[in-house]
């Protein structure tokens, strides 16, 4: 948006965006995320002095908390998502004050749009505050947070967020299939939910030839349950088993949490029993050049994710590298797979699912050369960035006209 002449600042919210510094120098962070959970979980602290709040809030402080972060767990926080929703009646109302206080010192905004659901808090506030400003909201897999919670959170949460929907103006959802769960969780109307899918720029991504790589098959995300860590890790000793993939390898990348360790240990321990752990390797850098290094390596990716999700960016990227990608028909796999015909999708979303799915992709060597081909070509031309972020301008325009 910014190469095209728009004015667009990001406010950042609990952390910094830390791979963004250079963009971000002069703005806040706000709702520091240190602060608000002390504030949350501990009374003393919503009235000590403002330099501890500064002090919270600084950036080795964040920093710190973001090196501790990663869980997508919402244990333990279903109060502060209830007070985050509940917006000016909330504990964070100071905060919320502070934030639109800046807003409306530096900025003069046409368009504001908040992130996830989980933000609609601000919503009644921001509409307050920015009358003529349009408000958007995205919507991207809201429902693993608050699903988590136990029932009385869970119904509690989701009512919150059909409430605050109404200051809303429009919903942009990541995918078709994750527009209509929202529709159904959040009672929002039909007309106001729009589909803007994600993107990725394919200049960014160097395009190998399957023809140029051997056998193996890649991971690439949180090494959890809830991503099907281990389903994956069952196919491949399933797979193995089979004389015929005798030189097939299993390359594993992504970051864990604490939550994760003891299924990690698990699975290097079947790895062990099966005598595969050779034919295994954790790619452990999977950031800037780790992450194009990763995909140089493999010949199709699978990220058997138990219950789907609203979309999945790293099929994006390992599309565009011309890595065709074997998917569960859960989510909006299909919806990705279909649209860019970069891939397959396969019923049954066990290891027995998945290795049969692996096995008859692996013995097809042209079939893999064609999928990889209209992988690239896929992203391209229906999931470049450039091209995404001009359809959401077209959206944001056509608002603005009508306000």
Not at 77 to 103: A, C, F, H, P, Y
Not at 185 to 197: R, S
Not at 376 to 399: M, S
Request: net charge negative; with cysteine; aromatic share 10%.
């Amino acid at each position: 948006m910014k190469k095209q002449g728009h004015q667009v600042t990001k406010l950042p919210m609990y952390l910094p965006l830390f791979f963004d510094e250079h963009d971000l120098n002069e703005i806040p962070v706000f709702y520091g995320a240190i602060s608000i959970y002390l504030k949350q979980m501990y009374p003393i602290f919503r009235h000590t002095p403002a330099w501890v709040d500064r002090l919270l809030n600084s950036g080795p402080m964040l920093k710190l908390a973001a090196r501790m972060a990663g869980s997508t767990n919402a244990k333990g926080l279903e109060e502060m998502t209830i007070s985050m929703l509940m917006g000016e009646e909330g504990k964070q109302k100071d905060e919320l004050n502070r934030m639109v206080s800046w807003m409306s010192e530096y900025l003069q905004p046409d368009v504001i749009h908040l992130s996830n659901a989980l933000l609609l808090g601000l919503a009644p506030k921001l509409k307050k505050e920015f009358p003529n400003a349009i408000l958007f909201c995205s919507l991207q897999d809201e429902d693993v947070w608050v699903d988590a919670m136990k029932d009385s959170f869970r119904d509690k949460t989701w009512a919150l967020m059909s409430t605050k929907a109404q200051y809303v103006d429009a919903f942009i959802a990541v995918s078709d299939f994750y527009a209509g769960t929202s529709i159904e969780k959040m009672n929002i109307p039909n007309e106001k939910v729009l589909t803007n899918h994600l993107g990725v720029d394919p200049d960014e991504y160097k395009y190998v030839a399957t023809d140029k790589k051997e056998r193996n098959i890649g991971y690439i995300s949180r090494m959890c349950e809830a991503n099907g860590f281990d389903i994956i890790v069952d196919a491949f000793i399933l797979l193995k088993k089979d004389p015929t993939f005798e030189d097939v390898k299993l390359i594993l990348a992504g970051g864990s949490t604490g939550d994760d360790k003891a299924l990690i240990k698990r699975v290097r321990q079947k790895l062990k029993n099966e005598n595969l752990m050779e034919q295994v390797d954790f790619h452990e850098d999977f950031d800037g050049e780790g992450r194009h290094e990763f995909f140089s390596k493999v010949k199709i990716i699978s990220v058997p994710v138990r219950n789907g999700e609203a979309f999945g960016l790293y099929l994006l990227e390992s599309m565009a590298s011309g890595v065709p990608v074997v998917q569960p028909n859960l989510g909006a796999f299909p919806e990705i797979v279909n649209k860019s015909n970069g891939g397959v999708i396969y019923e049954n979303n066990s290891p027995e699912g998945l290795a049969f799915a692996l096995q008859n992709l692996l013995k097809q060597e042209d079939k893999l050369h064609e999928l990889s081909n209209s992988a690239r070509k896929g992203v391209e031309k229906e999931f470049n960035i450039y091209d995404q972020a001009d359809k959401l301008i077209g959206i944001y325009t056509r608002f603005l006209k009508k306000n």
